[in-house]
Each structure stands twice: as structure tokens, then as C-alpha cells.
């Protein structure tokens, strides 16, 4: 490709249709144009949050100013384009062999793997992988947090947590992991879900949940996909606990649990567009008081008879 087409200024007026015809017709007819065309067409399927365009550069600025090895591997073109396409729901960089994407804050992040999967990343999660191992036909990806994958068909498929891996072949499914709790759900196809106590294929409409040190749940649900796609974190018989720290994730705050059984079960759900609506959709059934405090705490509390 000729200098002028990595050219940062000329990537960004493509983006954004600003091209003249000749100039648009000529870099069509250049190989990277496919790349470049592919992930813009895969990036639009997604449905897409308030694009935060200063901190998704300083979180780029951060990321490369720790790995001066990574600025010197990678062309400046490389980040110009991650910054105006893959980028626009999260941030991406590479450190050596491995591939890393991740999200803030109240962001979703789509990503086009390379067999061609997609992957919607929830709020304040990690999705990694060694690129030698998807050269070599191995598909193994490692996550913290949440996501939501649509796979093509191929060879294996495995998503590894610290808790457990999900293997399929082709279908569509959700995993979501915190510290110390897993739970899957099979939307299309057939899932397989391992961890070191159990071993449960799930088929569209089950979905499979634990608790560390606890016994595994067999769930149900009905939907064509994760409810959080759409603006709504939903829960199943799930721990407070995990509850409050998906309230975190979506709204930047810190919940100051104090007196409550955070083990106690939760089922239901809450918009991810409005703090107040949400504090009261998980307090008000489950009979608790919640208090705004300093520096985006929020304290919560039984209510007082």
C-alpha cells in the first residue's frame, strides 16, 4: 500500500466519507482496502454506546506509553486506524504475540476475531489471545468479565476464565465471569462448559451458573441474546454481590455494602442508562436503603423498620 493510503488524516477522511472520488476509487483498488472495509462493515452490526473519544486516546496513549516495545513493532498507521474503527466502543493493543481488547467504565467494545467471529464485550472487561495459536488453527481465548460471541464454524472453539472454559464449535453464546462467579448461557448450537468440579454440554434456552466453592446451577431463559446488548443487565437466582459489581462496572461507582447478606439470591434486571432507576429497580424488592455519598459511593443498607 502507498504511504498516502496509512496516512492517518486519509484514513480518518475515509471513515468519515470525505474522500473524493478519485481519491475512494483508487484506494479500492489497493489489498489493504478489504481489511480496512471488512472491519468497518463488522464494527456497524453491533449496536453502539456514546463513543468517548478523549478517553478512549488516553487510554491508547497509556496503553503504548508502558510498551515502548509495542510503538516500535507497530506503525503509527496501525493505532490510527484502531483508534477511528476497531476502536470505537474500547481499546485494543498488542503486546508481543498476544492480542488484547478491553473496555471501561460503562463501554461495549465489538470485535471481529480472526476466523471472522464477532465478540461484544461488556462493560470492564478483557479479552485476549495468542495470535500463533489462531495461525496454527487453534481458537483459544482467554476473558475476564463479560461477552457475548457469535462463532463461525471451524475447529474448536474454547473461551478460558479462571473458573471454568466454554467450548463449542459454531453458535452463540454469553459468559460472563467475575472474581469469583461464572454463568453461560447457549442462545444457538450446543455449548460445552468444564471447571474442575463439572462438565454440562448446554443446548439453546439453558444456561449453567456457580458460585466459587459452591455447586454449579443448571438455569433457564428465554431471549435471542443478552438483554445488556439492548441496555439491561439481567440476573438469575445470581448473588447480590455480583449484582452490585455489574452496577459498578456500568456506572463507575463504588457500592459500600454494609449489614447485608451479599450471598442472598437476585433475580431481575436494570437499565444501564440511569443510576437512580437502577439503585431502585435492586433496592426496592430486595428491601434495601441506598445513600449517595462521596467521590461516586453509594451506601447500601437494610431498610429500618
Known sequence: ???????????????????????????????????YAKIAEKSEQFEMPEFQ??????????????????RKLIPNWTLAVAAS????????????????YTTSFGEQLAVVLPDGSQVQLNAKSELSFDNSNWKQGKR??????????????????????ALGEVTVLGTQFNVKKTKDFIDVRCY??????????????????????RAAGEQAEHTSFSGLAPSWLSGESSFNTTPLKV?????????????????????LL????????????????????????????????????????
Open 243 to 263: 449484582v452490585f459489581e455489574e452496577l459498578e462496572k456500568q456506572y463507575k461507582i463504588k457500592i459500600i455494602a454494609k449489614g447485608i447478606n451479599t450471598e
Open 188 to 209: 444457538e448450537g450446543s455449548v460445552a462448559v468444564i471447571d474442575p468440579l463439572n462438565s454440562v454440554v448446554l443446548t439453546p434456552g439453558m444456561g449453567y451458573q
Open 53 to 70: 473519544q478523549d478517553k478512549v486516546y488516553t487510554q491508547i496513549q497509556k496503553h503504548t506509553q508502558k510498551k515502548q516495545k509495542v
Open 140 to 161: 483459544l481465548l482467554s476473558l475476564d468479565g463479560e461477552a457475548y460471541f457469535k462463532v463461525e464454524k471451524g475447529s474448536k472453539f474454547t473461551v478460558h476464565t
Open 1 to 35: 500500500m502507498e504511504q498516502k493510503y496509512t496516512d492517518e488524516t486519509f484514513l480518518a477522511k475515509w471513515l468519515s466519507g470525505e474522500l473524493s472520488e478519485t481519491e475512494r476509487l483508487a484506494f479500492e483498488k489497493t489489498p489493504e482496502y478489504k481489511q
Open 85 to 100: 474503527v476497531a476502536v470505537l466502543l474500547g481499546v485494543f493493543f498488542f503486546t508481543g504475540n498476544e492480542t488484547v
Open 266 to 305: 437476585y433475580t431481575g434486571s436494570f437499565t444501564n442508562s440511569n443510576l437512580e432507576v437502577a439503585l431502585q429497580t435492586v433496592c426496592s424488592p430486595m428491601q434495601l436503603t441506598y445513600i449517595a455519598g462521596e467521590n461516586s459511593t453509594v451506601v447500601i443498607t437494610k431498610n429500618v423498620e
